[in-house]
């Protein structure tokens, strides 16, 4: 059933004949037919229900946890993922432009896109010359290399030190940033120190390997890269969990090693136990373990533990042990690789693949939505031209200017002036208005409006305010439509009593 040394088995079934007699080839060719019935029935169809079950039940149970109703309409999910991604952000103050003339246009320079595209194209070029590296390659083409990486270091040296230079202190409250620095220093250490650092450390190649993470920003950038970015937020989505499935599965081999080495520390090395895989040690027994969950070899290693007289020896002395014997136990072996491969094969490595085809299904359930992770960190982001000082506020002024420099779908291209009064945004006194009550007009828009949907808005609300005080402070005295309002009644007044006047 899983597949390791069923073939064997299938040419022996296949070549046996009666008791006492000797086999003979294909003698019994109609287990042919009994094997391919048995894999596509106890395997393929039997183990993969096994995993569904295993995947359905985590699955409710994930949605019980999460707190997401999960009788909620389509169109109230998409307005709930709208909102927990709406929630989770706010805000942040850019990093200032120095005032010295050549810090600025270092600064403008180091923080144009085309800039972080160079740099990922030298990283990738980088990553070629290091593909091109050989182990038997000739001091000619080892010295070419040589010189080539260090180019490269310069190039990333220079990028970073601009970038220090332009960004000052804030250069380090980026953590990609702090990242790059660390790889740069790790470079130039091994370009001089090599020879040290390969003798008592690790290779200076992986610093090099290292930096490659960097191509991940690159993703971002690009907007054909949607899948990819799809894929690589399901597996940073699935990190934390993971991590929990790992400590899961350390904990049953740990339980298991320990019962091996109790049972099985002097059974006789043969087969798939060697000085190397045995249940000597616990460290001897956590690599058996290992081998086992991934289904290799386990065959291999419970054959010794079948053996008994006079298959082994009942008398063999173990020097600094009072234990006799390299027999096994075959019942409790038996038990032992059943029990722990349908614990560990068939329930806990399929955690794994819940866990990921879970957050794949989310990932890509938020990617198609209308609004994305990338639409509100797009939206913050200019946000921040509009608010320097991060108050959180724009003023009305600056409203329609603000909403035609957004994006798709958030934009609002104009003219859009009657379109923005209509919204009947809050505004607050110096004629200003709050950046989560704009986002929340805007998802209006591109979600449509819905009365079902108020209560959910206001508890998004709350979230977002419990996080961003600074809204509380500041009562709403108006609104665009009111604004708009007062203004015509205005006029309308001013001409009835200026045409009064001119009666007179």
Known sequence: ????????????????????????????????IYFVIFIIFGSFFTLNLFIGVIIDNFNQQKKKMSGQDIFMTEEQKKYYNAMKKLGSKKPQKPIPRPLNRIQGAVFDFVTQQAFDIVIMMLICLNMVTMMVETDTQSKQMEDILYWINLVFVIFFT??????????????????????????VILSIVGMFLAEIIEKYFVSPTLFRVIRLARIGRILRLIKGAKGIRTLLFALMMSLPALFNIGLLLFLVMFIFSIFGMSNFAYVKHEAGID??????????????????????????????????????DLDK???????????????????????????????????YIAIILENFSVATEESADPLSEDDFETFYEIWEKFDPDATQFIEYSKLADFADALEHPLRVPKPNTIELIAMDLPMVSGDRI??????????????????????????????????????????????????KQEEVSAVVIQRAYRARLARR
């Not at 079934?13 to 006492?20: F, G, L």
């Not at 009072?322 to 094969?345: H, Q, W």
Request: aromatic share 16%; with cysteine.
């Open 275 to 312: 000085d190397m895989f045995n249940f000597e040690t616990f460290g001897n027994s956590m690599i058996c373990l290992f081998q086992i969950t991934t289904s290799a070899g386990w065959d291999g290693l419970l054959l010794p533990i079948l053996n008994r007289p006079p298959d082994c």
């Open 158 to 183: 220079c990028e970073c030190v601009l970038k220090m230079f332009a960004l000052r202190h804030y250069y380090f409250t980026i953590g990609w940033n702090i990242f790059d620095f660390v790889v």
């Open 434 to 483: 709050h950046c989560l009550d704009i986002l929340f007009a805007f998802t209006k828009r591109v979600l449509g409006d819905s009365g079902e949907l108020d209560i959910l808005r206001q508890q998004m609300e709350e979230r977002f305010v419990a996080s961003n005080p600074s809204k509380v402070s500041y009562e709403p005295i108006t609104t665009t439509l009111r604004r």
């Open 317 to 351: 002395e173990h020097p600094g042990s009072g234990f006799k014997g390299d027999c096994g136990n075959p019942s409790v072996g038996i038990f032992f690789f059943v029990s722990y491969i349908i614990i560990s094969f068939l329930i806990v490595v399929n955690m």
């Open 1 to 32: 059933a899983t597949f390791k040394g069923w073939m064997d088995i299938m040419y022996a079934a296949v070549d046996s004949r009666k008791q006492e007699e000797q086999p003979k080839y294909e003698d019994n060719i109609y287990m042919y």
